[in-house]
């Protein structure tokens, strides 16, 4: 039975991350590599808890008591006793896989450790570890207290109880799980990732404009936002990476980051978090679509 989660990484995934579980009931217990991120980490939650309050669907009375049930580390090994440890770090796969030794070699035999990642292989994770049947990945979604979807990913060693309590607890949360094989992009990105890279294309080439592709979009197929505002949300660095990981693996140009792409990363312009990507940030109620010119 899963009663206490450990989060390791306090950027925008993991806060979501551990308000969501918070708010389930949960016990949870953050870490991060350094004081000043892990308190701006802390910060965070209990902005989310604010909001959740804002809106009603929690009590200020409640909002306090949730909050009492998190808790931050700088020690990996301070989350020995949780029962499962979702990581949402960089998505670098060597990173990924030290983690993962780390805490196989610290946690008990029947903690399950979680991969918030969005296109790495969870097999190389499970590989890195001496417990393949308590690695799976968990994939929630960008604001992750709002949206509904999350992705199981098994692989072909994943224990059918330990699938089981994954699938209860990502309910237990209130959101709808799919479950999917290990493949890179899993259900989501496979499907997403080209899509998203030929409306790079597009503007690229000149077809339209940021503002108007992301209007036909939204309008003519009904998306509750454009490809290239989505990419913002996503992080044009991570797109690129997700990308690349998938391209490796298919050899499907259809996935390979176009240049703009690209060449965008490396100024910096990495989305809606820097304040800068295909749109301007600035006013995050009103981002403007960057003219891109060549």
Request: aromatic share 6%; charged share 25%; net charge negative.
């Amino acid at each position: 039975m899963i009663n206490k989660v450990g989060i390791i990484g306090c950027g925008t995934m993991g806060v979501g991350i551990a308000q969501l579980v918070l708010e389930a009931g949960y016990e949870v217990m953050v870490r991060e590599i350094n004081s000043s991120m892990l308190d701006k980490g802390l910060r965070e939650v209990r902005k989310g808890l604010d909001r959740s309050v804002e809106k009603g669907t929690l009590s200020k009375i409640k909002k306090e008591e949730t909050f009492d049930r998190l808790s931050g580390t700088l020690q990996i090994e301070d989350l020995k006793d949780c029962d499962l440890v979702i990581e949402a770090v960089f998505e670098e796969i060597e990173v990924k896989k030290d983690l993962f030794k780390h805490l196989d070699r610290i946690c008990q035999e029947e903690t399950i450790l979680g991969s918030n990642t969005s296109s790495l292989s969870i097999t190389e994770m499970v590989a890195s570890t001496s417990r393949p049947g308590h690695v799976i990945g968990l994939h929630f979604f960008n604001p992750v207290p709002v949206m509904p979807l999350i992705e199981v990913i098994k692989t072909i060693a994943t224990h059918s109880d330990v699938l089981t309590k994954v699938l209860d607890f990502a309910k237990s949360l209130g959101k709808v799980p799919i479950l999917a094989k290990d493949n890179p992009g899993f259900i989501v990105n496979l499907l997403l990732t080209p899509y998203l890279m030929d409306a790079i294309h597009a503007v690229a080439n000149g077809v339209a404009s940021v503002e108007d592709i992301d209007t036909g979009m939204k309008l003519g197929c009904g998306h509750p936002m454009g490809p290239l505002m989505l990419a913002d949300f996503i992080g044009l660095d991570v797109l690129v990476k997700a990308g690349h990981t998938m391209f490796e693996e298919y050899k499907d140009r259809r996935y390979a980051p176009p240049p703009l792409l690209v060449q965008m990363v490396r100024m910096g312009y990495t989305g809606k978090k820097i304040g800068k990507g295909f749109y301007d940030w600035l006013d995050p109620k009103k981002p403007v679509p960057q003219a891109l010119k060549f």
